[in-house]
């Protein structure tokens, strides 16, 4: 699999204009959006926006703070971390689509001056050693067979001291999951590990791992949730995944809650910093 079959799996050429139908029907002037309103669509990951603060509740931010967002996506972390914790954003993503509505989107809430997106590769970012304070990464690691290699690119980018919150999907059965699934259309795009080989290739990298903490519970929760909405409507929420990954998305959770009730993967959460 190359990166350039990853881009394809998630390009979208009508992100800003999908996302701008979404906000005319949720009754969102766009000139008064807010981060908290694009929340539902650019949070890519199991649970949203309560995970990513889950992810993040025990960081220690500062207004000096420098953070690099891997796999930024359309910017949503990103943007949640420059508004919320008021610190300076790099992010970085395959698909050129996502950054560049990701752009439009920072403008949008006035933060273009706190965030920078770029299209480029994890295992390969231009960028000068020891620069960053943090890195986060939510739900990017299923897509990246070498995580040794993007370990180590992210121990070179943080200073001494600097935390790696991760939060990724993560194996918990050998059994095949059925695809598709939001991360991959097929098993040749979908590297999934355990827990272990995420702790071994940190470890490996220079890293000490400070927590672990499977959050299985909270996405049959999550998904749940997500189940009984779609049987008392009549359509899709006004904003929400749909308007970034399209019609596919109903198939794709499906299987994807499906592995996570089989007890096949499991969202996991990994902080570690580096020695």
């Known amino acids: 699999m190359t990166s350039n079959q990853v881009a394809s799996h998630y390009s979208n050429t ?10 005319e029907r949720a009754g969102i002037e766009r000139a008064s959006v807010s981060v908290d309103d694009l929340g539902p669509v650019d949070e890519f990951h199991t649970g ?7 992810l993040l509740k025990d960081l220690q931010f500062d207004t000096h703070k420098k953070t690099l967002d891997i796999g930024c996506g359309i910017g949503g972390t990103s943007r949640f971390l420059a508004n919320r914790f008021d610190t300076t954003v790099s992010g970085i993503d395959l698909t050129s689509e996502y950054v560049e509505a990701g752009i439009i989107l920072n403008q949008w809430v006035s933060l273009e001056d706190r965030i920078t997106l770029q299209c480029g590769d994890a295992n390969n970012i231009l960028s000068e050693n020891e620069v960053f304070d943090l890195a986060v990464m939510l739900h990017v690691g299923m897509n990246i067979s070498d995580k040794a290699a993007l370990f ?3 121990a070179r980018l943080l200073k001494r001291g600097g935390e790696f ?12 999951i059925q695809f598709p699934v939001p991360w991959a259309s097929n098993e040749s795009m979908s590297f999934v590990e355990p827990i272990e080989h995420y702790k071994h290739c940190l470890e490996g990298a220079g890293f000490s791992i400070e927590k672990t903490e499977g959050r299985g519970e909270f996405a049959k929760s ?6 009984e909405s779609a049987k008392s409507s009549d359509g899709p929420p006004a904003m929400g995944l749909h ?10 959770m499906q299987n994807f809650a499906q592995a996570v009730f089989d007890g096949l993967v499991e969202p996991t959460e990994i902080i570690a910093r580096k020695l």
């Not at 949203?48 to 889950?54: C, V």
């Not at 999550?222 to 189940?227: G, I, S």
């Not at 308007?243 to 794709?252: A, D, H, M, N, Y």
Request: charged share 30%; glycine share 6%.
């Open 152 to 154: 180590s690119e992210v």
């Open 222 to 227: 999550f998904f749940r949730k997500m189940q």
């Open 48 to 54: 949203g926006r309560i995970a990513t603060e889950h």
């Open 243 to 252: 308007l970034l990954i399209g019609p596919s998305i109903k198939e794709k």
């Open 14 to 23: 009508r992100i800003v204009d999908s996302i701008l139908l979404g906000l």
């Open 165 to 176: 919150a991760i939060y990724d999907v993560m194996k918990k059965d050998e059994a095949q």
